[in-house]
């Protein structure tokens, strides 16, 4: 009987879709990072008229999360916070980086690339990096043995309809660290990025590799093929998601190609929601309240799609809070590599993920601005702290690529359930004390650690971003 135990327990996991945990090849990961895509954009996540399929039989063929997090609602800051397992405060990052800024992450921090690279990965990024424009502050420094892209945001270029003249500097297309075009035509950019990616998968499919793909859209301007123009009744934005998904699935159809599938795991999300002031140019939140550049939960809960057959189980949702910060130790944990010796913020959520255990206990804190602490979430609740929040209060943003303006409004202290209330739309301050008392225990606890510039707060945690050589 003792022998027989340990083969029907194995047999049971396997039944429940996890393969029990046994020696094997190290996976490769794939890791897609669309900018701006609203939760509610993808067919798995309710929209009804802009057509998935790749994304959604992703989604069947993996686990979809819908209480994934990013820890800022901006893009800098976010992908910071991906590559690195770290507040992006605590890096030194703040806010979106513009094309003079001399600052970007430090090669003092390790990525997500650079922890690969340690193991043996090739390793590669592809599109939008927005970490730092000098040379010695590109993908290349951080870990990736090559990098094909635009250093930052593609609306930030001097063709954009609410850029003032000479604000910004011809966008650069970048090959390594060397500009190799100037103002690229960014209706080929997603057709571009995915080429380079199935080309990356195809090179290295005798060894492991890490591919991270950064979309460029649907950030505005939007800018979509001749293949993909007028295909989609959700109008130009819905042609734009409707080529990323296509992207996705050349990426899945190269890994099915070269006999990668069951040992490639693949990561699907977004660095914020929807930038809604762009109105019809911009995607939707679903049921959650305001988007981009807001720490309610449009601006900070983003779409997540997981697939690794036999080890991330198919077909499930899961509802547990996971953080972009979580990636990184979870990843290490999988493919056996030390942790970086610089402090985390993110912990290791294999068991979650991999669908073995429940989210453990924790906190996630949420900053934006100059870092400004503005929310945090435990378990169910919502914090929400007194700040300036550019909001849209439920109107319709512009128009055809222009935004409309946003309504500055004072937030009170506000405690919301999300479980019965994702919309944040019943404040339970008042009726709530003791719940509120333990999550403003933790709300100083961040501000110990890393400080609150709303409260002249200064932490004990915080590091130096990246600098441009003098």
């Keep these: 009987m003792k022998r027989l135990l340990p083969l029907l327990l194995g047999l049971l996991v396997e039944l429940n879709g996890v393969k029990a945990a046994s020696p094997g090849p190290r996976p490769n990961l794939v890791v897609v990072f669309f900018d701006d895509l609203g939760w509610g954009d993808l067919g798995a996540y309710g929209s009804r008229t802009i057509r998935t399929p790749n994304l959604d039989r992703l989604a069947a063929e993996g686990t979809r999360f819908t209480s994934f997090y990013v820890a800022q609602p901006v893009c800098s800051a976010s992908r910071a916070a991906l590559l690195t397992g770290c507040y992006a405060n605590r890096v030194g990052i703040h806010g979106a980086l513009g094309p003079a800024a001399k600052v970007g992450l430090s090669t003092n921090e390790v990525t997500l690339a650079r922890l690969l690279k340690n193991q043996g990965y090739a390793t590669s990024m592809v599109g939008k990096w927005h970490l730092g424009r000098p040379p010695e ?38 090959e390594g660290d060397q500009v190799v075009e100037v103002m690229p035509d960014q209706r080929e950019l997603t057709g571009r990025y995915t080429a380079r990616a199935v080309d990356f998968i195809q090179r290295h499919r005798d060894q492991p590799f890490f591919l991270y793909v950064a979309h460029s859209m649907p950030h505005v301007p939007l800018h979509v093929s001749p293949g993909f123009q007028g295909r989609s009744v959700g109008g130009t934005y819905g042609d734009v998601i409707e080529e990323l998904d296509a992207s996705v699935g050349s990426i899945l159809e190269a890994l099915k190609k070269n006999n990668l599938e069951d040992n490639t795991w693949v990561v699907v999300t977004s660095d914020n929601g929807p930038w809604l002031s762009y109105g019809n140019h911009a995607g939707t939140a679903g049921p959650f309240r305001e988007g981009k550049g807001t720490v309610y939960e449009g601006g900070v809960r983003v779409p997540c799609v997981m697939r690794w057959p036999g080890h991330i189980p198919a077909g499930r949702v899961c509802d547990d809070p996971l953080m972009t910060i979580d990636l990184l130790p979870t990843v290490a944990g999988q493919v056996g590599a030390p942790l970086p010796p610089l402090p985390l913020d993110g912990r290791d959520a294999w068991n979650v993920i991999s669908g073995k255990g429940p989210a453990p206990k924790r906190t996630y804190w949420f900053y934006y601005g100059q870092n400004q602490l503005q929310a945090v979430r435990s378990g169910k609740w919502k914090v929400i702290l007194p700040h300036t929040a550019a909001v849209l209060e439920g109107r319709g943003g512009g128009r055809d690529g222009l935004p409309s303006g946003y309504s500055q409004v004072k937030t009170e202290l506000a405690l919301y359930d999300l479980e019965a209330d994702p919309g944040e739309t019943r404040n339970r301050a008042l009726d709530q004390p003791a719940i509120l008392k333990q999550l403003l225990a933790e709300v100083e606890a961040a501000r110990v650690e890393l400080g609150d510039s709303l409260t002249q707060r200064e932490g004990r945690a915080n590091r130096a971003p990246g600098r441009a050589e003098p």
């Design 137 to 174: 502050l590109l993908p290349l420094r951080h870990g990736f043995d090559e990098y094909f892209g635009l250093p930052y945001s593609n609306d930030m270029w001097p063709n954009h309809p609410t850029a003032k003249a000479g604000s910004y500097p011809p966008l650069p297309l970048i």
